[in-house]
């Protein structure tokens, strides 16, 4: 801003160079203000020249960008796969990424492997040495592609055991030793027979009491479709050939 007065010999007159000087902030001041909206026009009140309303703007909106790009770091930090599919987790890191440029914090292809191996669970540690094991360098696309292919045979290979329901129970996939033969007679009950508040009950679904007398199940167990027992207490699931309750002869 140039003075406002000339001085000479005593002698106080209003200097032309600042009436131009005014006249050009003061357009510039209107094209600011009419480009705002009503929100950020609250804040110029009482602001006089086109320079305290730039700054104002800047200010605000500078510490905008930087909560945002705080945000979007944090949660680039903490994004976890969890119960997310592969294909949903891949792009929510893309997203935060490209939000970081936006705010003008570009994120390397190297952080953004990091990233995402380490929202990645353990049944992903197979990929996550085969990847830090490499000494070439590795691309975010060559990993997504990594990913998706290991998750199509994750999902194979937990559909692959089934039971005889169409679901896929995790207390009857148990495994047992090598060299050995499943013995039902091994396990405790005595056999297919378990004691049950002093009377038995078979696989076939039914229950004698002491006194002789057979009442009827009100359990059925979804492995075998036995009576008085579920799949925990059920025999069958120590039993890696058994494929349904024609397996065996009760």
Known sequence: MPPQYNEKEGQKSINPTFISWQRQDQLLASWLLSSLSDTMLVLMVGLNTSREIWHTLE???????????????????????????????????????????????????????????????????????????????????????????????????????????????SLNTMTTTPGRSFNPSNTRGRGFYQSFRGGRFNTRGGYRGRGGRFQRAKIECQLCHGNNHTVDKCWYRFDPNYNGPNTHNS
């Open 59 to 169: 200010k605000n909106f500078a510490s905008q960008s930087r909560a945002k790009f705080m945000q979007y770091k944090l949660q680039l930090q903490t994004l976890r796969k969890a119960n997310m599919s592969m294909r949903e987790y891949l792009s929510k890191i893309k997203a935060c990424c490209d939000n970081l440029a936006s705010a003008g914090h570009i994120v390397s292809e190297e952080d953004q492997i990091l990233h995402i191996l380490s929202g990645l669970g353990s049944e992903y540690d197979p990929v996550m040495v085969s990847i830090t094991s490499k000494v070439d360098p590795f691309s975010v696309s060559d990993l997504q592609t990594i990913l998706l292919s290991f998750e199509s045979r994750l999902e194979t290979s937990s559909g692959s055991i089934i039971s005889n329901d169409g679901s896929q129970p």
